[in-house]
């Protein structure tokens, strides 16, 4: 039987996995921060945003990025934080509430069709978002489009499966349990941009200059791989995605051996998951 991808439901999934999602995504905030900390410091470094700026976060998630953008842009610059879940964002405005970031705002909108106006920003960063969208040039066009010129872009996407495991190896062994093929080029997914030169290509294709990336290592660390085992479970929107095809029985199943494979991973200082990302940028 061939499978057809269906972009339309593959976004309304999304959104729905994501809205389900959304409390603990948050909840695991400060996992998030140790995480992808050096990697979302590189991001807006290389977005260039300073003081004063007006950065666009496109699939900002729970936003701990767009607060990071705001406090480097001050209360003289803007964050415009978006998702295509409410959700999700109802806990970025309430924690850049708690924070008294009051240049922070939030707009429920599909990142890749941007309803924002021309030449208005002065960076556009996105974590972790980008390779979900089924249009990622589409996606990029509208970034291009919302920049001002000179305006810098900056993301970050996971590499090549080999050197991330601790996601790798649970969407396997869910693809091989739901009879899933794997994802045909040009389709979503965590390691759709992750090749070698994939995403600085594609942003020279939606035509960005100078274009530049960077590895950065980072391994997930936890106290055991059953936490990494109940983090992905609670909150990894494209695992869910993939287990809606299996019973609540089969998924048990699944999430049981993932936990088996993880266990490798965990030795005398607890579980450390292989890791690596790649930040890339690029001026309008």
Known sequence: MTVTFDPIRYKDTTRA??????????????????????ATTLMLDTAGITSGG????????????????????G???????????????????????????????????DGERLD????????????????????????????YRALRPGGRISAIVYSTPDRNAFFALPVSIIRRRAQLPAPA?????????????????ALRAAGFRDVGSQTVPAPLRMAAATEC????????????????????EQRDEAWQEIATELARFEGP????????????????
């Open 75 to 109: 209360p003289s610059g803007h964050v415009l934080a978006t998702d295509i879940s409410p959700a999700i964002l109802d806990h970025a405005a309430e924690v850049a509430s708690a924070a008294g970031l009051a240049n922070v705002t939030t707009r429920e909108m």
């Open 269 to 284: 200082d607890g579980f450390e998951g292989p890791c690596e990302l790649i930040v890339a940028w690029g001026r309008k």
């Open 185 to 201: 080029p040009g389709q979503p997914g965590p390691f759709s941009l992750g090749g070698p030169g994939v995403l600085e290509d």
């Open 229 to 248: 085992v109940r983090f992905e479970r609670e909150s990894f929107g494209a695992l869910h995605q993939m287990l809606s095809l299996l019973t609540p």
């Open 54 to 73: 007006i950065v666009l976060d496109v699939a900002a998630g729970a936003g701990g990025q767009s607060l990071a953008a705001a406090r480097r842009v």
């Open 116 to 143: 924002v106006e021309a030449a208005t920003f002065d960076a556009v960063i996105s974590r972790l978002g980008l390779i979900y969208f089924p249009d990622q040039a589409g996606a990029l066009a509208g970034q």
């Open 17 to 38: 996995q994501w809205q389900d999602a959304a409390a603990a995504w948050h909840a695991w905030g400060p996992t998030l921060q140790d995480w992808l900390g050096e």
